[in-house]
């Protein structure tokens, strides 16, 4: 499997509080994903890096913000989380082959109370 | 990335050959057709990717007509363990359009014993 963790794999929050939730991969990678995936929408995309420092928004990228200033990292930020954002959260990697080939990490489990 | 049709859910026996339709009837010329699967509280995981006729790995085959309209993903002998939720994918491989993945719904596999 590839080398992909995320981090916290569960969090529950309140609503109004900064969350941040972390990738990190051990493929070195140059093409990171941030994915949501809630019951009866399939997986979503976020927002996505193409390299340090490149990132761009994805489908539903209303309330979130990234950052990645390694190549290893890539981190989700819900500025200030609402109960809309509960959700399963799926950060993915994909070298610089084949777009549509990835590989996702195990999840992260956010409920914003 | 092109629109895809696959049946909601599915139900097989243990042993069997399970065979899950993916319509894309708008597929472009550059697209490829993936699949991937992901199990309970699981991350998907790419299993399979082709552009024409027949791809096969050691976990399933792709079949593709001639008119590329539509594919087959098929499982040999099924086990209770493929009991997924099996996703298809069509798009375009190439870089610059990260923005445009979008995961259906997919296709409920279950197998009984």
């Known amino acids: 499997d590839a080398g992909i963790t995320q981090s916290p794999r569960h969090k529950v929050t309140e609503t109004g509080t900064p969350v941040t939730l972390r990738c990190h991969q051990t493929?070195?990678?140059?093409?990171m994903y941030w994915y949501r995936q809630d019951p009866g929408h399939g997986l979503r995309l976020i927002h996505y890096?193409?390299?340090?420092?490149?990132?761009d928004k994805g489908e539903v990228s209303d309330g979130y913000s990234v950052s990645r200033s390694k190549t290893e990292d890539f981190l989700l930020t819900l500025e200030s989380a609402t109960s809309s954002q509960t959700s399963v959260y799926f950060c993915?990697?994909?070298?610089?082959?084949?777009?549509?080939?990835?590989?996702f990490g195990p999840g992260t489990r956010l409920t914003v109370t | 990335l092109a629109k895809t049709t696959q049946p909601i859910s599915m139900d097989s026996y243990e042993g069997q050959e399970v065979n899950i339709t993916c319509s894309h009837n708008?597929?472009?010329?550059?697209?490829?057709i993936t699949w991937y699967q992901q199990f309970p509280s699981q991350g998907p995981r790419f299993i399979i990717q082709?552009?024409?006729t027949k791809v096969t790995n050691e976990v399933a085959s792709l079949f593709i007509p001639a008119d590329r309209k539509s594919s087959t993903l098929s499982l040999p002998r099924v086990s209770l363990s493929d009991t997924a939720v099996y996703y298809c994918?069509?798009?375009?491989?190439?870089?610059?359009?990260?923005?445009?993945?979008?995961f259906g719904k997919g296709t409920r596999l279950h197998i009984l014993p």
């Open positions: 993915a990697i994909s070298d610089g082959g084949t777009l549509l080939e990835q590989y």
């Open positions: 493929e070195n990678h140059r093409y």
């Open positions: 890096s193409y390299g340090v420092k490149d990132t």
């Open positions: 708008n597929i472009a010329t550059n697209d490829y």
């Open positions: 082709g552009y024409k």
């Open positions: 994918l069509v798009g375009d491989n190439s870089r610059g359009r990260d923005d445009k993945i979008i």
